[in-house]
């Protein structure tokens, strides 16, 4: 019978393969047991850009503005002219002009078309007087449709970009509210 020497450095080295490569398979298959956040969708879609805006006049009448920025692979300062459309409530639908314009000069004109339903916002206990936080406001969908663009902007003029968002209207002053949406490069797939 022939004896075999083990180097002990070799032997370390492979014991630490196999350990490594059984945490590894461990934890990948953790991974893939997780509950799928959103199981609706087929396929993550690209986030574009992310729009904020604080709305800065709300008349009665339905249109407004709102400024603010855009950030993302589209980035800069942002100002929306919107009018909200006449739909039986608890839904909403606007139509909106949005300029983007990046720190190069260069512009994108958006008309943005939305909808969505209003929500009855969670409050805090009704002893306290600050119990009524937002006023109005929702959850909408809609399309990002580029008319008008210059400079690097200009082969994205015609392109249809999905969005999601939610705006609100606080309670104490509902003139100034805020609005957030998140653009995508491709469509939703439900």
Known sequence: MKRVVVNKKVLLVVVLILISTTI????????????????????SPKLLFIHQDVVTSFPATGDGVR???MRGAIAGSATTNFQFLAVPPPDFASDDWTLLTDPDGDQILFRVQVTGRFLVFLQAPADDPRHVLNQVGGPFSGIYEVVEATGKYESLIGRKFPCKGIGTLPDKNPAIGSVYAEVYSDQFDY
């Not at 590894?24 to 953790?30: D, I, Q």
């Open 67 to 69: 400024s603010g920025t």
């Open 24 to 43: 590894w398979a461990v934890s990948a298959r953790r991974s893939t047991d997780a509950i799928d956040p959103e199981p609706n969708m087929l396929h």
